[in-house]
């Protein structure tokens, strides 16, 4: 079993930034692919960074590409998400998430979910 606690949201302006993180429980987090996800309001989840099991390996929706970098620390069980030169469109709900697949793009891919943390982009 996985608990994962998001923090870091808040109010930004346009082109500002924020730094999410996301602290799991438990012994086996390097075990775990993280991903952030994230939700607006009439929208689906849907997918924004991954990291592997070591943190060497990362990848990105393209709409992120450039702008947000996710990180890792397996001593610390924390993931990262630093988010730069944000949009009103960057609005939303964002979630980690563990999971077990490799480069996994879609929620139903992770198995363990954090609560969320509100990012809101004001123009």
């Known amino acids: 079993q996985v608990q994962l606690v998001e923090s870091g949201g808040g109010l930004v302006q346009v082109g500002g930034s924020l730094r999410l993180s996301c602290v799991a429980s438990?012994?086996?987090?390097?075990?775990?692919?993280m991903g952030w996800f994230r939700q607006a309001p009439g929208k689906e989840r849907e997918f924004v960074a991954l990291i592997n099991w070591g943190g060497a390996t990362a990848s990105y929706a393209d709409f992120v590409k450039g702008r947000f970098s996710i990180s890792r620390d397996n001593a610390k069980n924390t993931v990262s998400l630093q988010m730069n030169s944000l949009k009103p469109e960057d609005t939303a709900a964002y979630y980690c998430a563990a999971g077990l697949r490799s480069f996994a793009t879609t929620p139903m891919d992770y198995e363990y979910w954090g609560q969320g943390t509100q990012v809101t982009v004001s123009s």
């Open positions: 438990g012994r086996t987090f390097d075990r775990y692919v």
